[in-house]
């Protein structure tokens, strides 16, 4: 197996390719990531048509934006259950018109003035570009099953696979079995990783991030809806005997697992597209892999999940449809009911 990381709009695309040549792409970026995804296996002499499947791991635009176009081009998709929650009803969809502008101001973090990010957002807000414009419900051909947030541990350490046994697409692109989604809720309700275990590779989504200028450390995203649910996808984590991982935000690592697992190889192959330094496969600064997470553990725990500051409040103020979501306001209780 190939692992090809390709830069998207604000994220690092990835996308497994098998001898069979058919190809698994980890989430799809935005609406116009597809033309680089395109372009990018052009040059290697690859049809588009070879992308079998795509998953979704979370609604958000970096993440799901490109996944219609794909479906349109003969690819199926597979999503967790429960993502077209996301961004339903009103509040959903000022949401999502408040993150299609946040994938603007993310791009264009170091370029321009705050005042000008905050005016970029409330134009998209006005009139999304259609660089990020994503319907706000999916279409998807398959559903990864994913346990409510409130649910006991056991049942979110369960690991699924992309597609149901005896479906069309397991008997079309049988590699696909090698894959499993772990759920990995809180920075959503829904999101998950995957981890494909014979060769210890972990595409984290958004559950870890990394920064250049803190080379020895993992970052949570940068919003964090449900802050209890993050602590325990962060533990749950560290139990995975990581080799390769892979990050939408930070390019792609080798890791220190704490136990190596004699029966996995890691195996894997990963190519980078990225032209400059920062995407080029390379050892992670971190050291051992559970100690890099503990560590992560311990700073959200110290900082009490998140941002301070003037950054907190303005993150409060985008998050705010969210926050007022008479859904996820019934889900936070739910989980104070629970403990969790």
Known sequence: MIIHAIPGKI?????AQYPSGRILLLDSGCACDKDAVVQYFESLGICES???CVVASHAHPDHAGGAFRWQSSGAFIAAPEGINLWYSGLCGWLQQRVDMGLVLFVEDVASRSPLNKVCLVVWELLFPSASVRFPRSLKYDYTIPVPRPDASNDALNVLQPIVGPNSNMEAEFPE?????CLPAPGHTDHMV????APSCTLYAADALLHLPHQPRALQPPVTIDFKDLYFSTVQRLAQFPVRNL???HGGSFMVK?????????????????????????RPFA??????AIDALGKRLHKNNGGLKGWRATMLGILNLP????????RLRRALKGTGT
């Not at 697992?257 to 496969?281: C, F, M, Q, W, Y």
């Not at 971190?286 to 100690?291: A, C, E, L, M």
């Open 11 to 15: 994220t690092t695309l990835y996308a």
């Open 50 to 52: 070879n992308v079998r």
């Open 176 to 180: 696909l079995s090698e894959w499993r």
């Open 193 to 196: 990783a995957l981890w494909h």
């Open 246 to 248: 892979l990050l939408a």
């Open 257 to 281: 697992p704490a136990v190596i697992d004699s029966e996995h190889n890691g195996n894997v192959e990963i190519r980078s597209g990225i032209k400059d330094s920062t995407g080029l496969v």
């Open 286 to 291: 971190g050291g051992v892999w559970n100690t």
């Open 322 to 329: 969210n926050l007022l979501s008479p859904r996820l306001i």
